[in-house]
């Protein structure tokens, strides 16, 4: 039995890395399969010493004839042991460029990562540990991917964490435990199906590796947290760097005199930091060659996954891709109005800003979006100047401008954000007055153009 209580020791060892306390929210990703049923039942025999809250879940993707059957299955088990279960169904994409697998595990982590919990729980042993190598060495992944899995992954902007109790834990040894227990699982009959790449890595090419080096898996999974270990100081290297650089935003000629190599670890860092997939290098290196190239009066804006490397003057920053744009709202005189991720704070003041009195006497005050062709005049005696001009005066790249709040009085542009007051809506001197405030918020890993 000793190798039954290895792999509950197992389980907890990884349980106290992460800090699990008592009350912590842990939700099981139950398959139904033995490795997830394993990691259930054992999670169950830690739950009165560690003193968490266990539920579990079970996503239904509709891809096997089976998946009703596995569902309740997981069910049944969950109800026996008056443990909640959520029930996730998911669509997932068939044409997926990386195939129907990386389709089906992208759907299942997205409608895990909705569930009310402090950690995910899965089922990952020491042979998937393998595959996930080997699958992404042979795809030519960098230091990050071949880290593969890690056992703690701390959640953080509202997402769960991710444990993985069982990572250093070998196959065989999971069912042997799962028979001791008189325990029974489903089987995916995918699993066997070799066009698949991972089943063809298990079944075909880690049978071969174990045969040339017996402690193939082992050696693989230690490789995996040599490379995780590099990760995390390369990791270290790029936080450094940032700071050197300014930090947010990024200062573009201090990120450009770093070496190339820093450069693109900096950039891929600060993606990460979003939670983005690592990009391809290729995706990386054709960035930093345009950023390069790009004199730095022109905006320069690369689409880098679902994320945006800009850069304009002096700065570097990145932001969504396709930032949602703030609705128009009315304006009753609230001190403060909320555009987009910034707060518009109105600020009485005297002599400055707005006409209280001009505002007071308007129909409709409405704070919304610039239209084409806006004009405003800042000054007596200037004529009234395109936006488009004074954006450019502004170091206010091209991709922001829609997203300035314009204050629109009875259909007047009074205000803009960024850009100042119209001076037919100024306030005179000695005279009470309005005061706009706005702070956009800054972008991550930066902020906007100088």
Not at 163 to 178: H, K, N
Not at 202 to 217: D, I, Y
Not at 354 to 361: D, T
Not at 384 to 407: F, G, M, T
């Amino acid at each position: 039995m000793k190798d039954d209580d290895e792999l509950v020791a197992a389980v907890a060892g990884v349980l106290r890395a992460a800090g699990v306390s008592a009350q912590a929210r842990l939700c099981c990703a139950l398959s139904g399969g033995v490795d997830s049923v394993v990691l259930f039942e054992a999670l169950r025999c830690l739950q009165p010493a560690f003193r968490f809250v266990l539920s579990a879940a079970h996503v239904h993707h509709g891809l096997s004839p089976h998946a009703d059957a596995w569902a309740d299955a997981c069910a049944r088990r969950c109800a026996e042991a008056g443990v909640a279960l959520a029930r996730l169904e998911v669509m997932v994409e068939r044409n997926h460029p990386q195939g129907p697998e990386a389709a089906a595990r992208r759907a299942r982590h997205r409608a895990l990562e909705t569930l009310a919990c402090d950690w995910l729980v899965f089922g990952h042993q020491q042979d998937d540990q393998a595959e996930t190598l080997l699958f992404r060495l042979l795809r030519g992944t960098g230091v990050r991917g071949a880290a593969a899995m890690r056992a703690v992954v701390s959640g953080g902007d509202g997402r769960p964490g991710r444990l993985r109790p069982l990572l250093g834990v070998r196959r065989a040894q999971i069912e042997t435990w799962a028979r001791r227990q008189g325990l029974d699982w489903v089987e995916d009959e995918s699993n066997a199906e070799l066009n698949f790449t991972r089943n063809a890595i298990r079944h075909r090419l880690l049978p071969v590796a174990g045969e040339l080096f017996p402690a193939a898996v082992p050696a693989l999974a230690r490789a995996a947290a040599h490379f995780a270990e590099a990760d995390a100081l390369l990791g270290e290297l790029a936080a450094i760097d940032a700071a050197a650089c300014g930090a947010s935003p990024l200062d573009r000629a201090a990120m450009l005199a770093l070496p190339p190599a820093r450069q693109a670890n900096l950039l891929r860092w600060l993606l990460q930091r979003q939670g983005v997939p690592a990009p391809a290098k290729v995706v990386v290196d054709e960035a930093l060659r345009q950023l390069r190239a790009c004199a730095p009066e022109h905006a320069l804006r690369l689409p880098v996954g679902d994320w945006a490397c800009c850069a304009y003057r002096n700065a570097v920053w990145l932001e969504p891709a396709a930032p949602p744009l703030p609705a128009a709202q009315r304006w009753q005189g609230e001190p403060t109005l909320i555009w987009g991720a910034a707060p518009v704070r109105f600020d009485p003041v005297v002599g400055e800003g707005l006409s209280r009195a001009r505002l007071e006497l308007a129909r409709e005050l409405r704070l919304g979006p610039r239209v084409d062709g806006m004009r405003l005049q800042l000054a007596r005696g200037r004529p009234r100047r395109a936006l488009r001009k004074l954006c450019q005066e502004a170091a206010i790249p091209v991709w922001l401008r829609d997203s300035l709040p314009v204050l629109w009085v009875d259909g007047e542009p009074a205000w803009v954000g960024g850009i100042g007051v119209n001076v037919d809506f100024a306030c005179a001197v000695g005279e009470a007055g309005i005061l706009p405030c706005w702070q956009p918020a800054a972008p991550a890993g930066s902020s906007g153009a100088d």
